[in-house]
């Protein structure tokens, strides 16, 4: 059976979505861009109403609703659905032994459905908002954000017209008494003073959150830094039954030098931010950076998190919790729509709290000892005023607290609160996700270009070095300390592993004096590097399975006699040439376990280059581009303006 009716409200959101300009139309195609993705690109303006007012994307759209909208649209919706069964019967029940369709079709019939126009009196005094005030303003707002959002359309009588499967999507939810302001999120006094303790009168007073913010955005900025550059020279495999492995977290925890949790958290940002992506290798699926890193390591620290954070907004997954029962793992494609709604509706809470008034981070699990004595936690006060923000997403969902508490810690790691209220950073996110770089290229300092090289073979770059310097250093010395200011360290194998990669004594010192900041190297540094260049290179193993040469009779005597060489089972076959029976890697590490430094050489004589493998693959699907939301509204609008004159100039 057709209902005339639901054709009739597509009609009147059409004609809306014509009357926009291009620009607005750009903004709707972009606020809904997630769920309209699921869907074939409409064509003309008549196929974008059918796409916004489909169950999936209703499905998608009511999560993302705070309370006087959701409360509107449900008053709207529950209104209509009564007018049309008052206005029209419901057709005769069907026949015993009617067949399926018949049964179906009586079941699904127009009268279930909310098709009607409604009065827009009619639903503020539903709400009890028909006198001027903060209700009816609140209520006023929110019928105009619907109309925005393409949740509603305005008939041409002033009427409002919902969308005829709303009521099935809300008809389960109690969603109260209509509030018009946000409940604060903390407490009442009794609660508090029993949850928060009381500080010491000596005690220090806390940062402040801009000051907490830097520097988590700083750690994090360098563990993803190390947690890619892991991935680049050695890429993660994926277990068959996908995602990965706890040895694989393990691993790549150790070297980003993070938590487990957060080793989680950070793997599927940066999979998000198209910053690496699974490829299948005749080994299996594994993890690796995609071309957009190298790039991604040319910007400025705040450019490189920005796309990080906004990826964490909108991930559909909270990585750091897993629920009772399961295996913590990562990389493994999210299905918790929530997820993005109740980090908003929390950050959306926070943003109100004083920095005097903040409550600390919830313990991880949620404690249930207050609950149990009657007490109202400052997590449940927060819950509270976070369902005002986005009711669907948080109130009566299964381990609401669990996964709140979870989504906090992780909001507190990436620097987005901070003493139980929002960061600056924080509060940006929260208005735009997709325009954090100014505020984090504020947040960050630039990088650093030079080093300051000490008498004890250190270098200490005082913030976070750039690219290329922290290549120069990583390959020519070793990193001894982390934080806000970072030492290497120069040892005989550091400059060795330089030299193998292809460096002379001239070229490293010319490089280490150019990123000095005083333009010259302390002497027992360039001492080190001629020494060890000195004995660098005094002897050559051949890939012949394999043979060692050297210049030097005694010292390829020196090698035969070797106690700790003896598993070589060198033998010499001149004066200047040993033969090993192991391969020329297996030789080499035993050369350089003993204490030697010789170098790989080619078949054809020439010294070989030692340098560690990269690995790059192509991102999973190519990056949004920011102008097709408005070319594709363009395109739209001027389809919708040529129907129009044609159909006037056939009724002419």
């Not at 008052?86 to 018949?102: I, K």
């Not at 009427?159 to 018009?180: E, K, N």
């Not at 926070?350 to 004595?373: F, I, K, M, N, W």
Request: proline share 10%; charged share 20%.
């Amino acid at each position: 059976m057709t209902n005339l009716r639901a054709v009739e409200g597509l009609d009147t959101l059409t004609r809306s979505l014509a009357q926009r300009t291009p620009e607005q139309l750009a903004a709707l195609l972009a606020r809904h861009a997630e769920p309209l993705a699921r869907r074939p690109a409409p064509t003309q303006l008549r196929g974008l109403a059918s796409a916004l007012w489909s169950y999936e994307t209703l499905h998608h759209l009511v999560l993302h609703l705070d309370h006087p909208r959701l409360q509107v649209l449900a008053a709207t919706a529950r209104i209509s659905q009564d007018r049309a069964g008052r206005d029209a019967p419901a057709p005769a029940a069907p026949a015993p032994g009617a067949d399926y369709q018949s049964l179906m079709a009586h079941r699904l019939s127009f009268p279930h459905l909310a098709t009607e126009p409604v009065p827009p009196e009619d639903v503020y005094a539903a709400l009890g908002a028909t006198s001027q005030g903060p209700v009816r303003t609140a209520a006023e707002t929110a019928l105009r954000s619907l109309y925005e959002d393409g949740l509603a359309a305005p008939g041409e009588d002033g009427s409002i017209v919902v969308p005829p499967r709303t009521p099935q999507l809300l008809a389960a939810h109690d969603l109260g008494p209509f509030v018009a302001r946000a409940p604060q999120p903390t407490p009442d006094a009794t609660a508090a003073s029993i949850a928060r303790p009381r500080l010491p009168a000596t005690a220090v007073a806390p940062t402040s959150p801009y000051d907490e913010s830097r520097a988590a955005a700083a750690t994090l900025a360098a563990t993803v830094e190390r947690l890619l550059a892991t991935l680049a020279t050695q890429p993660a495999a994926l277990r068959k039954s996908g995602g990965l492995a706890i040895r694989e977290i393990k691993r790549l925890a150790k070297a980003a030098g993070a938590t487990e949790p957060h080793t989680r958290l950070l793997l599927d940002l940066t999979l998000a931010a198209d910053l690496i992506a699974l490829t299948r290798t005749p080994a299996g699926i594994t993890a690796l950076p995609t071309g957009a890193y190298d790039g991604w390591l040319a910007r400025p620290p705040g450019e490189r998190l920005a796309p990080v954070l906004a990826a964490w907004s909108s991930l559909w997954a909270v990585p750091t919790h897993t629920p009772f029962g399961e295996t913590p793992t990562a990389l493994v494609r999210g299905h918790d729509r929530h997820a993005p709604a109740v980090r908003y509706a929390l950050l959306a809470a926070l943003a109100t709290v004083p920095l005097s008034a903040g409550e600390p981070l919830p313990p991880l699990p949620p404690t249930a000892s207050d609950e149990e004595q009657g007490v109202a936690t400052p997590l449940q006060a927060l819950l509270e005023a976070a369902g005002w923000h986005r009711p669907l997403a948080l109130r009566g969902q299964p381990m609401a607290e669990e996964r709140a508490a979870h989504t906090l810690h992780e909001a507190a790691y990436l620097g987005l609160t901070a003493h139980g209220t929002l960061t600056p950073l924080g509060h940006a996110l929260l208005a735009d996700p997709r325009s954090l770089s100014e505020p984090l290229r504020d947040l960050l300092p630039p990088l650093l270009e030079e080093a300051h090289f000490q008498a004890d073979l250190t270098a200490v770059v005082p913030g976070r070095p750039a690219a290329a310097l922290a290549e120069l250093l990583a390959s020519s010395a070793v990193r001894e300390s982390e934080g806000h200011a970072v030492t290497w360290r120069f040892t005989p194998a550091s400059v060795r592993r330089a030299l193998d990669a292809g460096r002379t004594a001239a070229t490293l010192l010319d490089d280490l004096t150019a990123a000095s900041a005083t333009g010259s190297l302390p002497q027992p540094l360039g001492y080190l590097i001629q020494d060890t260049a000195r004995t660098h290179g005094r002897m050559r193993v051949l890939p012949a399975g394999c043979c060692i040469r050297s210049d030097d009779a005694a010292l390829v005597a020196e090698l035969a006699a070797h106690r700790a060489l003896r598993d070589l089972g060198l033998r010499a076959i001149a004066p200047t040439v040993l033969v090993s029976g192991r391969p020329p890697a297996a030789t080499l590490e035993a050369l350089r376990a003993a204490g030697y430094a010789p170098t790989l050489e080619s078949d054809t004589g020439t010294t070989t280059v030692e340098r560690l493998p990269t690995h790059r693959t192509k991102a999973a699907a190519p990056t949004r581009d920011p102008g097709a939301p408005l070319a594709l509204a363009k395109r739209l609008l001027e389809l919708a303006l040529e129907h129009q004159e044609a159909m006037q100039s056939s009724g002419a």
